[in-house]
DNA sequence: TCTCCGATTAGAC
DNA sequence: CTAACGGTCTAATCGGAGA
């Protein structure tokens, strides 16, 4: 067999929460747009005209208030319900094309079209079909290594010419060193702001430079993971493909406070709000955690104020994933950690040492408590019925001062009825 | 000297 | 009216502690 080449497309979704939010509203086609990330406070997503009036990826929105003011700049707040409903549309239809595929986030695919026949057809089709189906329009952009993919992909984002795809196995080797060398090494994944600074110093501006840098010197002052982006830009694949998601290694719970909060009975409030989601993730995945850690914040943006960042964490005598055991340690952990005269801003959980619930390990010095996962597996069921949150441990919620701010929220168009505007 | 650990850093989205 | 700045996750790396 001899190796051909890979032709893995990346999928990528435009302004993804822009553009969900468009599809349910689409008087807001050709108004700018921007979607805030919780409690309204960064620009998280922006439409093309927020873009081009120079609204910022993750900048604070009451900095953008006075530009918004002028141009009529919409801003919503996040609605991940519908975000990750049209996600799982998008991803459905994308998974049609090959049993190799990666999610790799709410708005990306990774897909493996690697000796389909047609390619240049089948992935017109394929964005034409997200379209079609799901109202979001993708950009396709192939290579033979992710790296080469996410890079190809960038291209077929910027150029209307492309018409949405670009595949960077189709250029001739020259083609290549000089498309590589009209573009930044700050578009390459894994380049970021630090790097791109530290890659300036050595002489490294275009991607270009990056793939032909001398390898000694780029692995001694770069390290291994950029030795692997050099190699993947040369195309050879250092990065596969993971069609079985891994489990997570760790999950954390948390959140900023919509008010700033003075009182325990409101922290350990929200604390067993972020248990529980925290706790139904780790079942979700079955498995068991052994180590938690708490931790309260005050508002590091607020010079003026006392600050406080106290965190707790705990070896569990037994790993587990039951809301109320680990409720009880977070509770305790909280009550150790407060103190008075503080204005929490933040706070939440973080669980570790994870592993899988058919590994685990009983102890045979103190025998067990009855298990409670039958209790949790009916808990996980009745939220997954009737809502998360149907089902609540502890106050779960009671206060709601804590809670996010999210004053210009879409409804929840695909998940829930009353929710349907009424047409004439 | 080697190893393990926690904290820090960088990046993605 | 005023104050207002996200949440998860991974992997590498570094320095100190302990074996």
């Not at 003011?69 to 919409?74: A, D, K, S």
């Not at 040369?234 to 003075?262: M, N, W, Y």
């Not at 068991?288 to 569990?316: E, K, W």
Request: a positive charge; charged letters at 20%; glycine letters at 6%.
């Amino acid at each position: 067999m001899s190796a051909q080449i890979q032709q893995l497309a990346l999928v990528d979704c435009n302004n993804f929460y822009v553009s969900c939010e468009r599809v349910f509203r689409p008087d807001l086609k050709d108004v700018p747009i921007v979607v805030l990330s919780n409690n309204d406070g960064c620009v998280v997503s922006r439409s093309n005209e927020s873009k081009a009036l120079g609204i910022k990826m993750g900048q604070p929105w009451f900095q953008c208030k006075a530009l918004a003011q002028e141009h009529g700049i919409l801003a919503l707040s996040s609605n991940y319900a519908l975000y990750a409903d049209m996600s799982n549309r998008v991803m459905a239809i994308l998974s049609g094309y090959s049993p190799r595929h990666e999610v790799y986030s709410i708005d990306e695919c990774f897909v493996d079209l690697t000796g389909i026949p047609h390619l240049k057809e089948t992935s017109y089709q394929m964005r034409e079909r997200v379209i079609a189906w799901t109202g979001i329009p993708v950009c396709v952009g192939i290579g033979p290594t992710k790296t080469l993919a996410k890079l190809a992909n960038h291209i077929a984002k910027k150029h209307p010419r492309s018409k949405g795809i670009f595949n960077y196995n189709d250029l001739t080797s020259t083609q290549q060193e000089n498309l590589l060398s009209r573009i930044t090494v700050d578009e390459v994944w894994g380049v970021g702001r630090k790097l791109t600074v530290r890659l300036a110093e050595h002489g490294i501006h275009t991607v270009q430079d990056l793939r032909m840098a001398h390898l000694p010197t780029l692995r001694a002052g770069f390290g291994v993971v950029m030795e692997k982006t050099q190699r993947e830009l040369q195309g050879i694949a250092c990065i596969d493909l993971e069609d079985v998601t891994p489990a997570k290694k760790q999950i954390i719970a948390s959140r900023s406070f919509g008010q700033a909060v003075h009182d325990v009975d409101v922290l350990k409030d929200a604390m067993s709000t972020f248990v529980a989601n925290a706790c139904a993730k780790l079942r979700a995945q079955e498995s068991h955690a052994s180590v938690i850690q708490v931790f309260l914040q005050t508002n590091r943006f607020r010079r003026d104020q006392a600050q406080y960042m106290p965190s707790l964490s705990v070896p569990l005598p037994q790993p587990t994933n039951d809301s109320l055991v680990v409720n009880r340690w977070a509770d305790y952990l909280v009550g150790r950690m407060f103190k008075p005269d503080y204005a929490y801003k933040k706070a939440g959980i973080m669980l570790s040492e994870i592993t899988p619930t058919t590994h685990l390990q009983s102890d045979w010095l103190e025998p067990s408590p009855a298990p409670s996962a039958n209790l949790m597996t009916a808990v996980d069921a009745l939220n997954k019925r009737f809502g998360r949150g149907f089902v609540k441990i502890s106050t779960q919620g009671a206060f709601s001062q804590w809670q996010m701010r999210q004053e210009r929220k879409s409804p929840n168009y695909t998940t829930d009825w009353a929710s349907l505007p009424l047409v004439a």
